[in-house]
């Protein structure tokens, strides 16, 4: 059994798009593949990036099947309703979903492959000249977000694309699955910046300019965000660390 949605400007391509599946397996450039696969395909002249969700638990094929919506809906109705309040998020093309009568099996988010400079993780390593510059419009927009009252629950590294445009920067979301519509005082707008990995001096502008659009203590929510952020990211270097010790117990144990 088949669910999907299609956007009415791609109805044309429908046949198509229902093909992605069968088509995804063997073609398409790789972009990732970890927990979910990411490819680039070609339908009919139109690069779109496609998202094969991993199959979920067995409680979760139930659930996404009978009981709530599950991912690939909600990353399309989300990227939707974004772009509906003028948030940055690549144009949906479709989602996909497969299911059996015990749940979902398979499912795909299919959205339109743009182009961009950065990801938000690229400015760590890259330092462009213009660095403060990006950093406050990047705050200014996930302020305009917070104030729609959309907590975008992986605000993190790799789910903003930066693109520089003649008026400036602009800024799409990714990996929408996961938001929050919820009310957002400043100290909770403040920590949705904590998982991006950023440097102290990045940190420095970030809640500066937060502090302002908020009319808040810019020094409290430096020491804020500076200390939820090493927080966060001793737990991630602790994590990685303990995968590899496992990995290496276990290459010695074989």
Request: no cysteine; aromatic share 12%; proline share 4%.
């Amino acid at each position: 059994m088949i669910d999907y949605r299609i956007n009415p400007k791609y109805k044309s391509l429908e046949n198509a798009i229902l093909d992605i599946p069968h088509r995804f397996e063997e073609e398409g450039k790789v972009i990732e593949d970890n927990r979910n696969v990411i490819k680039i395909l070609d339908v009919e002249g139109l690069r779109v990036n496609v998202k094969s969700f991993k199959k979920p638990n067995v409680v979760n094929q139930f659930a996404y099947a009978y009981i709530r919506k599950g991912k690939a809906l909600r990353s399309f109705e989300y990227a939707n309703l974004f772009r509906e309040k003028g948030i940055g998020t690549p144009e949906p093309v479709a989602y996909i979903v497969f299911r059996n009568v015990w749940g979902v099996t398979r499912s795909y988010y299919i959205s339109q492959q743009v182009d961009y400079d950065y990801l938000f993780r690229d400015l760590r390593e890259k330092r462009p000249a213009d660095l403060e510059f990006i950093l406050r419009e990047f705050t200014r927009f996930t302020h305009y977000f917070h104030s729609q009252s959309i907590y975008f629950v992986d605000h993190s590294p790799g789910n903003t694309l930066i693109k520089r445009t003649e008026k400036g920067v602009e800024f799409s979301l990714v990996d929408l699955n996961r938001v929050k519509f919820i009310s957002i005082p400043p100290l909770v707008g403040l920590k949705n910046f904590y998982r991006l990995n950023a440097t102290d001096d990045m940190i420095d502008i970030i809640a500066d300019e937060y502090a302002r659009l908020t009319n808040s203590d810019s020094a409290e929510m430096t020491r804020l965000l500076k200390e939820w952020t090493h927080d966060h990211d001793e737990r991630v270097r602790r994590r990685k660390e303990k995968k590899k010790k496992s990995k290496k117990y276990l290459l010695r144990s074989l």
